[in-house]
């Protein structure tokens, strides 16, 4: 018994490091993005590994990778900014969904075209986007 409550403690999965990431969201303008999530993926990794934290009124996040702002791993990662907190989109309520005010392109991380670099230490970042174009 002694040796299986060994094993137990022995094979724990440890999550690998992470630091702390936190920062804004601003338009052109300077403007600030005060609803959202912003999310970032880990580019130099053979497996997906992402951080994502909610944006506040205040156009504040951090992020967190395995845990509530636990922060993000080190290397490049590329971003995406989703705005504003909605599931849907609208075509199901229509009128009642708020439309949204950022560009749709930084919803996707192929077509942001923003990458940061999450140094070994901690990272205060800042993220500037742009509007949506009037249709």
């Known amino acids: 018994m002694a040796f299986g409550c060994l094993m137990l403690l022995g094979c724990g999965a440890k999550n690998p490091p992470t630091y702390p990431v936190s920062g804004t969201v601003k ?28 944006i506040d009124a205040d156009g504040h996040f951090e992020l967190g990778t395995f845990d509530s702002n636990d922060g993000a791993r080190p290397g490049k990662h590329r971003v995406a900014v989703f705005a504003p907190n909605v599931i849907g989109s609208g075509y199901e309520r229509p009128g009642l969904i ?17 990458e940061i670099e999450v140094r070994e230490e901690s990272n205060e970042v800042t993220i500037e986007v742009d509007y949506a174009t009037e249709e």
């Open 27 to 54: 338009y052109p303008d300077g403007k600030l993005l005060t609803d959202g999530t912003v999310e970032f993926e880990l580019i130099s990794s053979d497996e997906t590994i992402s951080a994502s934290g909610v």
């Open 98 to 114: 708020e439309k949204s005010t950022l560009d749709p392109r930084f919803s996707d991380f192929r077509s942001s075209g923003i």
